[in-house]
T-cell receptor
Framework: NAGVTQTPKFRVLKTGQSMTLLCAQD?????MYWYRQDPGMGLRLIHY???????AKGEVPDGYNVSRLKKQNFLLGLESAAPSQTSVYFC????????????FGPGTRLTVT | GNSVTQMEGPVTLSEEAFLTINCTYT??????LFWYVQYPGEGLQLLLK?????DKGSNKGFEATYRKETTSFHLEKGSVQVSDSAVYFC???????????????FGQGTILTVHP
């Protein structure tokens, strides 16, 4: 049981390049989330999904797209990376039932130059 | 909307000192409250939680009590260790369903450094 895994762990992009971050969970959780962590700002929600085939915008969605084609995977895409997207990205998941805590992946550190 | 405010950091303590990290919140209804910890280079781990007023969450010597009258969830530990050095996040969520879908609202985080 691996919990929540994220790929890749580190990435450096040039401005304008694109990439996809992969999140996978093996806990059969319905809900999945993407956050970004910036110094002094805590974690902010980018997008989330309440089930396979559904996605919704969070607090800071601009510049990102997501897809949830399979229940266990939640992909975060950057179509044209900008230096303002330099951050650490965390994926999380939780059950839709009782037990409200979210379980987090180890994070992806992205630098856009 | 929901918001969480944590005491400003960083906090620097000597080993065996008493720790308090203040956390207050603004939310409608009855949110669940959490403390997450992030050790250097790692993701967030749930430290403790409380789901209703007057509940006390505890784990690894840390405690926090859900105080609805003061909208607070302060983190305390009686004797900190060097291994407690980390970033601590206070957070809240409503249970899944309705329009919140269990989204977490985080405070800005408090860096704790414990010296031998």
């Amino acid at each position: 049981n691996a919990g929540v895994t994220q790929t890749p762990k580190f990435r450096v992009l040039k401005t304008g390049q694109s990439m996809t971050l992969l999140c996978a969970q093996d806990m059969n959780h319905e809900y999945m989330y993407w956050y970004r962590q910036d110094p002094g700002m805590g974690l902010r929600l980018i997008h989330y999904s309440v089930g396979e085939g559904t996605t919704a915008k969070g607090e800071v969605p601009d510049g990102y797209n997501v897809s949830r084609l399979k229940k266990q995977n939640f992909l975060l895409g950057l179509e044209s990376a900008a230096p303002s997207q330099t951050s650490v990205y965390f994926c999380a998941s939780r059950t839709s039932g009782q037990g409200p805590e979210q379980y987090f992946g180890p994070g992806t550190r992205l630098t856009v130059t | 909307g929901n918001s969480v405010t944590q005491m400003e950091g960083p906090v620097t303590l000597s080993e065996e000192a008493f720790l308090t990290i203040n956390c207050t919140y603004t939310a409608t209804g009855y949110p669940s409250l959490f403390w997450y910890v992030q050790y250097p280079g790692e993701g967030l781990q749930l430290l403790l939680k409380a789901t209703k007023a007057d509940d006390k969450g505890s784990n690894k010597g840390f405690e926090a009590t859900y105080r609805k009258e003061t909208t607070s969830f302060h983190l305390e530990k009686g004797s900190v260790q060097v291994s407690d050095s980390a970033v601590y996040f206070c957070a809240l969520t409503h249970n899944a369903g309705g329009t919140s879908y269990g989204k977490l609202t985080f405070g800005q985080g408090t860096i704790l450094t414990v010296h031998p």
